[in-house]
């Protein structure tokens, strides 16, 4: 992407304080995007990936385009109809409306990503005839950001259909013979601890950088973390010591050599608002021990999966209530 003089500023001054801590990220990630790399965020759920890339949208300055369906530059068209004349008025889009999401999925195909021929359309103008030609993502996000959340998810058909335009910043629609330019940032996500995900080529990987992102990486920042996204009741006390405690759980549970796939962030939050929910619903004004208990299993138990040598002994349930059992006698003692 053409990077604005005004944006990389931005990007270049920004804390990107949507995300608290992950300073060694953001620093790779901007770094990528100011000379217009196509960057992958890799790590497990929950860890605010696409919050951190929503982020990146936000410093993006209002532009005014064309009133096209490909969002062109005046004076830069790249679409047939603006190169033709055909194009009037221009639209004024703000940044974060030029962040476009895609959703990785085995059933996304090129014709999502591209557009696709209009059949209505068709009937109407000639079934090769640009106008019933119906754009699809990656023209909405020219001039922005193109957001590929779980791209690991995609065929190896879509990854094909990907490389020309990650490489050249321009798309071949096959059915016209036509080239058109696609500017813009990319910057997608993957979980390489999924193992239902398609397995990406190296050609593909070659167009990318890829910065890692972990947990959050102290108690601290997890507990402001939490201060900053769960939800309140202003009439309701959580204890200190038992939300300090639910997050040291939780980070407790990772680092345990018998589990295998690993609680996120969002498990914090789901505890904690939780038992919160389930202190006003028993008509309390403090939440117990007994809250978090009665809500451990359900919010952490699909969250999480133990290694082949302890789940045929146990299940996860029954593990998670052990652990928990054995943390609130040392930590947390009666009722908080």
Avoid at 125 to 140: D, N, Q, Y
Avoid at 163 to 185: C, H, M, P, W
Avoid at 224 to 250: M, N, R, S
Avoid at 260 to 271: D, F, M, N, Q
């Amino acid at each position: 992407m053409k990077i604005d003089h005004s944006f990389r500023n931005s990007l270049a001054a920004s804390e990107l304080n949507d995300i608290l801590g992950q300073d060694p990220v953001k620093v790779a990630l901007k770094s990528a995007l100011l000379i217009g790399r196509n960057a992958i965020l890799v790590g497990p759920p929950g860890i605010g990936k696409t919050t951190l890339a929503k982020n990146v949208s936000k410093l993006l300055p209002a532009q005014e385009l064309m009133a096209c369906s490909f969002n062109c530059l005046p004076g830069e068209p790249c679409c047939p109809g603006c190169k033709e004349g055909q194009t009037k008025g221009t639209k004024q889009l703000p940044g974060e409306a030029r962040f476009i999401r895609v959703q990785g999925s085995p059933d996304l195909t090129a014709e999502d990503l591209i557009g696709d021929i209009d059949p209505i359309k068709a009937l109407e103008f000639g079934p090769l005839s640009m106008e019933a030609f119906t754009p699809g993502k990656i023209f909405r996000a020219n001039n922005g950001i193109l957001f590929f959340d779980e791209i690991n998810r995609c065929s190896d058909k879509l990854q094909n259909a990907l490389l020309q335009v990650l490489e050249e910043r321009k798309v071949t629609i096959g059915s016209y013979d036509v080239d058109i330019d696609a500017n813009f940032l990319f910057i997608g996500t993957m979980n390489p601890e999924d193992t239902s995900t398609e397995k990406l080529s190296d050609v593909f990987l070659d167009r990318f950088d890829l910065i890692a992102m972990g947990y959050p990486e102290s108690q601290e920042i997890e507990e402001l973390i939490v201060d900053q996204k769960a939800t309140w009741q202003d009439d309701v006390e959580f204890p200190q010591g038992l939300k300090h405690g639910v997050i040291t759980f939780v980070r407790q549970l990772r680092e345990d050599s018998n589990i295998e796939k690993r609680p996120s962030v969002r498990a914090t939050l789901g505890i904690i608002d939780r038992a919160l929910a389930t202190c006003v619903v028993r008509g309390g004004k403090r939440v117990t021990v007994d809250d978090i208990r009665a809500v451990i299993i359900s919010v952490l138990s699909h969250r999480l999966s133990l290694k082949p040598s302890v789940k045929y002994l146990e299940s996860v349930e029954e593990y998670v209530e052990e652990k928990f059992e054995e943390f609130r006698q040392d930590h947390l003692g009666g009722d908080g």
